[in-house]
């Protein structure tokens, strides 16, 4: 949350108070994957339907024991998928799981290697769940005539990589996720490769919607003290954002004026 409470994140006709989005895996347990989220502020939680709990199996412990949806916003994703029919398939058992839940992550992988998305898969896959009525946040390239497609299909919000899942990166191409800002009319959420606060301060200060992180929190030495690093840079990222930066200068320009001076 930011200091104005009338600058909510809206997707899909909804408005949530924090920007700052996390996952729920890789953590040493559930009661570290509870207290990073809070410590995190964050509004929206996202989980892998194919690796983590939520009643698939009344056996195992499950995950909205420690992160019930009366708390948050759970976001089924598609993690593991690399086909457009099996992350529509995927998405529909979230739906049937969380009582007919419409908001959705979608990713389409391409490899296994360097997870990168695979664009006309995800092209399908979109346009199918749209069609079953779901509010479909869509992980892709840094692409923005992808971005734009994806838009045109209905996505409520496109999030493109801003290095590859899990490498802690950082944001290699700040001009094309620049280029997706300014040529999308849905929220722009960066997903992937945040490795750091600055990172995430970085994607806010170029106009980002959001940021959603995993590993860059699970992957800490200390998950719960970075989580609440990260929901301080995406808050500054955001002020800073709206404050508006001060120009670059090739010259010096000093701190105090010239004029009126004593001597």
Same mark, same amino acid.
């Given at each position: 949350?930011?200091?104005?409470?009338?600058?909510?994140?809206?997707?899909?006709?909804?408005?949530?108070?924090? =920007?700052?989005?996390?996952?729920?895996?890789?953590? =040493?347990?559930?009661?570290?994957? =509870?207290?990073?989220?809070?410590?995190?502020?964050?509004?929206?939680?996202?989980?892998?339907?194919? =690796?983590?709990?939520i009643g698939q199996d009344p056996h195992a412990p499950n995950l909205l024991d420690v992160v019930p949806p009366s708390e948050f916003t759970i976001l089924p994703n598609t993690a593991g998928c690399y086909t457009a029919k099996d992350a529509v398939y995927t998405l529909q058992l979230a739906r049937e799981l969380l009582n007919g839940h419409k908001l959705v992550k979608l990713e389409v992988l391409g490899d296994e290697k360097t997870l990168f998305p695979n664009m006309p898969e995800t092209l399908v896959a979109a346009r199918e769940l749209v069609k079953d009525g779901f509010d479909v946040m869509v992980y892709c390239s840094d692409d923005p005539i992808q971005a734009r497609m994806l838009?045109?299909?209905?996505?409520?919000?496109?999030?493109?990589?801003?290095?590859?899942?899990?490498?802690?990166?950082?944001?290699?191409?700040?001009?094309?996720?620049?280029?997706?800002i300014e040529g999308t009319n849905v929220p722009v959420l960066v997903d992937a490769g945040v490795g750091t606060a600055s990172d995430a301060a970085i994607a806010m200060e170029l106009g980002c919607d959001g940021v959603l992180m995993n590993t860059a929190i699970a992957g800490a030495r200390d998950p719960v003290r970075m989580a609440r690093a990260m929901r301080l840079a995406v808050e500054a990222g955001r002020e800073a954002y709206l404050a508006g930066r001060m120009p670059r200068r090739f010259a010096a320009s000093p701190s105090s004026p010239m004029a009126g001076r004593l001597a």
């Open positions: 949350m930011t200091g104005n409470d009338d600058d909510l994140l809206t997707i899909a006709g909804k408005q949530y108070p924090s =920007r700052l989005l996390v996952g729920s895996g890789k953590y =040493r347990d559930l009661e570290q994957t =509870r207290a990073a989220t809070l410590a995190a502020g964050a509004s929206i939680i996202t989980v892998a339907i194919r =690796r983590v709990n838009e045109d299909i209905g996505c409520v919000a496109v999030m493109p990589l801003a290095s590859l899942i899990g490498s802690g990166m950082g944001i290699l191409n700040p001009w094309n996720l620049s280029l997706i």
